[in-house]
C-alpha cells in the first residue's frame, strides 16, 4: 500500500502517478523518498551548512572562556558566561534599549502603514505616483539610511530637519547626542524606512479583502470608524500579524542603520543587544562572551517568533 | 570509408613557411648566439639594463624576483598616503613579479577583519597597515612574523640600502613588542593643534601652551550664534575618542596602572584630565559633537566653522587646499599645550606592516618584499616630493633625513614652521605610553572608550564613568 506522505500522493488516478513506473523495486534506492530526498539534499546541506552549524558553534563557544586579547587564559567556563550577563549592567541596558526600539518601532510601523493604506486604497489623481514615493526609503541600504539621517537630516544647525526645527521656532537639538533624544531618533530612523513595507503589505491586503463583507458593512455601520474596527480590523488581522512577526524579528536583528547614526552612543543610550553583541565580541575580542550574549539573542528571537506563530495558530 | 587526405605543401607554401622562419630567428635568438660565440673573448659581460623607474630599488643588489609569480592581498584604510602608494603598485609588480590585490576599508572595520582573519589562522591578507597598540596582541598570539631574520637575510635585505636607522626610531619601537621589531612602518603623524591664525591675530592672542591657554582661547573665539565655536579635539565618538584623550590624560600626570599591575584610570589626574575635556566640549564645542570623529571635525575647520581643533598631521594637506577649504592661508599649526604635569604628550602613530604567520613561506618572501619596497627610501621620495600625480603630497614620510632635507619641506608647507612642528612633536612629545603597550589593549580601549563617551553625554560624572572602567579593566587583566 501507498504511503499517504508521498511526494506526488494527491489522490490521483493511480495510472497517472508516475510512481506507476517505478514498482519495479519496492527498495528505498528506487523510491520515491529517495527521489525527494535527492530533490531537497542541496537546499538542506546549505541550510544546515550555513544555518544550523554556525548557530550550533556559537552555542558551544559560550561555554567557553575565549578572549582573543589573552589566548592563554582560554578555557571551559560551563555557564560562566551566562552568570557573568546576569549581572551585567551593560546587558539589561541593552536588553532595555532593545525591548523599547522594538515594540515602539513595530507598533508605529503597523499604525502608520494601516493608516497609509487606507488612505492609499482610494484612487485619486497622483495615488500610483504617491504609492511608489512612500517605498523608496525600503529600497535603501540601513547603513545608507543611518548616514543619511545623520549627515543630512539631524546634524544640529545644518541637516535639514533641525534646521526646520530651529526656523519655526522649536530650537535645534542634538539629535542623536543627547541621551534622551537619541533613542527617540533611532525609533524614527527605523520607522521612517520600515513603514512601507507595512504598507506594501497592508495594501495589498485590502485589495484582496472579500467585496461582500465591506459593502454590508457600509449599510449597516454607522461611521467609518465602525467599519473600520468591526470588519476591515478583524479581516486584516492576519496580515497585520504577519507584519509583526516579520518586522519584531528585524528589528531584534537591527544593527546597520543605528550603527551608521549613533554606534550605540551617546554612552550606552541606543546600544541595542546586537550592538552590544559585536563590540564585545568584534571590539572587545571576547568572544566566549560575546558568543553568550549572542546565544541568549537567538533564545530571544526564537521565543518572540514562536509566540506570534503560536498567536497566528489559535486565530486561524 | 573515406580515406583521410594528406596534404602536400605547395611551392609557395614552402617558399612563404621558410622566409617566416628565417625572420623570427633573425629577430629572436639566432643572431645574439652568433654575436655571442664572436664576442666570447670580450673581457667582461654585458651590462644588466635596468629600467630607469627600477634604478633605485635595483640598487639595493637583492633579488627582487624572488617571489615571482606570487600574489599577496594587503589591507589598508581609506587615506590620501595609501591612495598614492597604491598608483606604484605595477611598479612593483614589475619589480618583483608579485601581484598585489588592495583591499581598502575604514579603520575600524579593518582592525576587525585583521584580527579575525589572524585568529582563525585563515591567510587571507598577507600585511595589514597596523597601528601600534595593536603589535603586543599580535606578538603575544604569535600571529605575526618577527623581521629579524628576514632583516639578517642578505638574500633578502639589504641594510645598507633599506637603512632602518634612518626611519624614526619612536616608531620602530612602537612597531616592536618586548624588543622584537614586528613591522615597519610606512607612513605616520603627530597630532597636531590646528588653529585659526588669522582670528588668534585678531583677537591678539598667543598660541596656547597650556591646556588653561587653550581654554580662554577657545572661550573668546566661542560665537555659537553665528555658528563659530570655540574648539574640540577632533576625535570624539566612541572608541576613537581613545586617540586624544590619552594626551590629555598622560599631560596631566595620569598612569595606566601603578607598579602592581592595578588599573589607575580613575586617579586624580585622570578625573582631572576628563572633567577638562569634558568642560572644553560640552562649554565651546560644537553641537553633537560627541558623535564627531575627525572628519567632522576638519570638515567644520575648513569650511570656517571651528576656531580650533586637533588633528594627525597628515590630515592637515586638506585644509591647505583651495578646493577643499575656506581658510587656506589663516591656520597656523602648534605642538600640543603642556599640561599640569608639565609636559606634552602627542600620539604614537604610524601605519606598519607585518607579516601574516599564517601565508605560505613564498608569500612570506613576496610580502616582505613588498614592506621593504614600501618603507624604503625611494617609495617614500615618489610618494612625497617625487609625487607628479593628482593627489596632495604626502606629509608623514617615515625618514627622518627627509624631513630635515628643503626639497620635502617645501612640499610639506602647509602652513607656517608645519615640517617643524611636526619634527618637534614627534622627537620630543611622543610618549611610548601613550597607550599601554599590552595585548588586553582592545578590550580596555573598549570599556575606557565608552565609559568616556558616557562622560560626555553627561550620563554619568567623570568619576563615576572612570570608577566604573576602572574596575572593569580590574576585572579584564584578572581574566
Known amino acids: ?316 | 570509408m573515406k580515406r583521410k587526405r594528406i596534404d602536400r605543401p605547395s611551392r609557395r607554401k614552402f617558399l612563404g613557411a621558410s622566409a617566416a622562419g628565417i625572420g623570427v630567428a633573425m629577430t629572436s635568438g639566432l643572431p645574439s648566439i652568433w654575436r655571442g660565440r664572436s664576442q666570447a673573448y670580450a673581457a667582461a659581460p654585458a651590462a644588466k639594463v635596468v629600467d630607469p623607474e627600477l634604478a633605485e630599488f635595483e640598487k639595493a643588489g637583492i633579488d627582487w624576483k624572488q617571489a615571482s609569480g606570487e600574489q599577496i592581498t594587503v589591507m589598508v584604510i581609506p587615506s590620501l598616503f595609501f591612495r598614492v602608494a597604491q598608483e606604484f603598485s605595477p611598479q612593483f609588480t614589475k619589480l618583483t613579479g608579485v601581484q598585489v590585490t588592495w583591499q581598502v576599508i575604514p579603520p575600524v572595520q579593518m582592525r576587525e577583519k585583521h584580527v579575525l582573519d589572524l585568529s582563525t589562522k585563515t591567510g587571507q591578507f598577507a600585511t595589514v597597515s597596523t597601528d601600534p597598540t595593536y603589535y603586543p596582541l599580535f606578538a603575544t598570539n604569535n600571529w605575526v612574523e618577527e623581521l629579524k631574520p628576514y632583516l639578517d637575510n642578505p638574500a633578502l635585505t639589504n641594510k645598507e640600502w633599506l637603512d632602518l636607522k634612518d626611519i624614526f626610531p619612536i616608531w620602530l619601537e612602537a612597531a616592536s613588542y618586548n624588543g622584537k621589531l614586528y613591522g615597519l612602518p610606512y607612513d605616520g603623524e603627530a597630532t597636531l593643534l590646528l588653529y585659526r591664525s588669522d582670528l588668534y591675530g585678531a583677537k591678539n592672542i598667543a598660541v596656547p601652551q597650556t591646556f588653561d591657554d587653550l581654554l580662554e582661547a577657545a572661550r573668546r573665539l566661542h560665537d555659537p550664534a553665528n555658528n563659530f565655536f570655540g574648539g574640540n579635539f577632533g576625535y570624539h565618538i566612541r572608541l576613537i575618542n581613545m586617540y586624544i584623550w590619552p594626551s590629555i590624560f598622560r599631560a596631566y600626570g595620569g598612569e595606566w596602572f601603578d607598579k602592581a599591575g592595578n588599573p589607575t584610570v580613575n586617579s586624580k589626574q585622570s578625573i582631572d584630565a576628563t572633567s577638562y575635556y569634558v568642560e572644553f566640549l560640552t562649554k565651546y564645542g560644537p553641537p553633537g559633537v560627541a558623535n564627531w570623529n575627525w572628519p567632522e571635525s576638519l570638515d567644520a575647520f575648513v569650511t570656517g566653522r571651528l576656531a580650533q581643533t586637533f588633528i594627525g598631521s597628515a590630515t592637515v594637506p586638506v585644509a591647505a587646499n583651495p578646493a577643499k577649504s575656506q581658510v587656506v592661508g589663516k591656520f597656523g599649526v602648534g605642538r600640543w599645550p603642556k599640561g599640569p604635569a608639565g609636559k606634552r604628550v602627542t600620539s604614537v602613530w604610524n601605519w606598519s606592516f607585518p607579516i601574516n604567520k599564517a601565508i605560505s613561506p613564498k608569500a612570506k618572501k613576496a610580502t616582505w618584499l613588498w614592506i621593504q619596497w614600501m618603507a624604503s627610501k625611494p617609495m617614500q621620495i615618489q610618494t612625497s616630493y617625487g609625487y607628479k600625480g593628482k593627489e596632495e603630497s604626502r606629509s608623514g614620510v617615515n625618514r627622518v633625513s627627509m624631513w630635515d632635507d628643503e626639497r620635502y619641506r617645501k612640499t610639506v608647507a602647509f602652513a607656517p614652521g608645519f615640517a617643524d612642528t611636526v619634527l618637534t612633536s614627534i622627537r620630543e612629545d611622543t610618549d611610548i605610553d601613550w597607550r599601554p603597550r599590552i595585548p588586553e589593549w582592545p578590550e580596555l580601549a573598549n570599556i575606557l572608550g565608552l565609559q568616556l563617551h558616557r562622560a560626555l553625554a553627561k550620563q554619568a560624572t567623570p568619576k563615576e564613568a572612570l570608577d566604573e572602567a576602572n574596575v572593569k579593566i580590574a576585572e579584564l587583566m584578572k581574566r
Open chain 1, 1 to 316: 500500500m501507498r504511503s499517504p506522505d508521498r511526494l506526488w500522493d494527491r489522490g490521483g488516478p493511480e495510472e497517472a502517478r508516475p510512481v506507476a513506473q517505478g514498482r519495479r523495486s519496492a527498495s528505498f534506492l528506487s523510491s520515491e523518498g529517495l527521489f525527494a530526498w535527492l530533490m531537497i539534499s542541496p537546499g538542506l546541506v546549505l541550510m544546515v551548512g550555513l544555518g544550523t552549524l554556525p548557530l550550533v558553534f556559537l552555542v558551544s563557544l559560550s561555554f567557553f572562556r575565549i578572549n582573543l586579547t589573552n589566548p592563554a587564559g582560554n578555557r571551559w567556563t560551563g555557564l560562566g558566561n551566562y552568570i557573568r550577563l546576569l549581572a551585567d549592567g551593560q546587558f539589561w541596558n541593552s536588553m532595555q534599549v532593545t525591548a523599547i526600539y522594538t515594540i515602539s518601532g513595530v507598533a508605529l510601523q503597523i499604525v502608520i502603514g494601516m493608516a497609509l493604506a487606507l488612505f492609499l486604497f482610494r484612487v485619486f489623481p497622483g495615488h500610483k505616483l504617491l504609492r511608489t514615493l512612500i517605498i523608496l526609503p525600503v529600497i535603501l541600504a540601513p547603513i545608507v539610511v543611518g548616514m543619511l539621517w545623520r549627515t543630512l537630516l539631524l546634524t544640529p544647525r545644518f541637516g535639514a530637519l533641525d534646521y526646520i526645527s530651529y526656523s519655526v521656532g522649536l530650537g535645534s537639538h542634538e539629535w542623536l547626542t543627547n541621551s534622551r533624544l537619541a533613542l527617540l531618533s533611532i525609533i524614527v530612523i527605523h520607522v521612517w524606512q520600515w513603514t512601507p513595507f507595512a504598507f506594501l503589505v497592508f495594501l495589498a491586503s485590502l485589495h484582496a479583502l472579500p467585496v461582500e463583507p465591506l459593502e454590508a458593512a457600509r449599510l449597516d455601520c454607522r461611521s467609518w470608524w465602525q467599519e473600520l474596527w468591526y470588519v476591515i480590523l478583524p479581516l486584516m488581522a492576519p496580515a497585520i500579524v504577519i507584519v509583526a512577526i516579520l518586522r519584531t524579528i528585524a528589528a531584534l536583528n537591527a544593527f546597520a542603520a543605528i550603527y551608521a547614526a549613533t554606534e550605540g552612543g551617546p554612552g550606552t543610550a541606543t546600544q541595542i543587544l546586537n550592538l552590544y553583541i559585536h563590540n564585545t565580541a568584534f571590539v572587545g575580542l571576547s568572544i566566549g562572551y560575546g558568543s553568550a550574549l549572542g546565544t541568549v539573542q537567538l533564545l530571544i528571537t526564537v521565543v518572540v517568533a514562536l509566540l506570534f506563530f503560536r498567536f497566528r495558530m489559535r486565530m486561524a
